[in-house]
């Protein structure tokens, strides 16, 4: 059964740090491109970051770029969000994504994805 678990989501004051966790189960997870979206209230789910499965590639929404971090370990099954300078518009349910197996580019298209979290919270305060 395939599993995504994404944890380290939280409260934080605007200029802090928070790094997030997805832990993959069920598949082959070295071999699946992975990525992050995100949903504010009131909005549609939009693209973060994505890292291709070998993590030589990578791509990163321009709101975030310069601040957030993907990648990932292989070996434990886990792809990472760092993000630094939080700001109260990155306020969102932040939610892992897995699509594979060996696609050969990174993607920021939803519906390519297979499977999904169940998202963690991210509250930045002004």
């Known amino acids: 059964q395939v599993r995504l678990g994404e944890s380290g989501g939280g409260l934080v004051q605007a200029g802090d740090s928070l790094r997030l966790s997805c832990a993959a189960s069920?598949?082959?997870?070295?071999?699946?491109?992975m990525a992050w979206f995100r949903q504010a209230p009131g909005k549609e789910r939009e693209f973060v970051a994505s890292i291709s499965w070998s993590a030589t590639s990578t791509d990163y929404a321009a709101s975030v770029k310069g601040r957030f971090t993907i990648s990932r370990d292989n070996a434990k099954n886990i792809v990472y969000l760092q993000m630094n300078s939080l700001k109260p518009e990155d306020t969102a349910v932040y939610y892992c994504?897995?699509?594979?197996?060996?696609?050969?580019?990174?993607?920021?298209?939803?519906?390519?994805?297979?499977?999904w979290g169940q998202g963690t919270q991210v509250t930045v305060s002004s």
């Open positions: 994504a897995a699509d594979g197996p060996f696609k050969r580019r990174v993607s920021n298209i939803q519906n390519e994805y297979d499977y």
């Open positions: 069920g598949f082959t997870f070295s071999s699946y491109r």
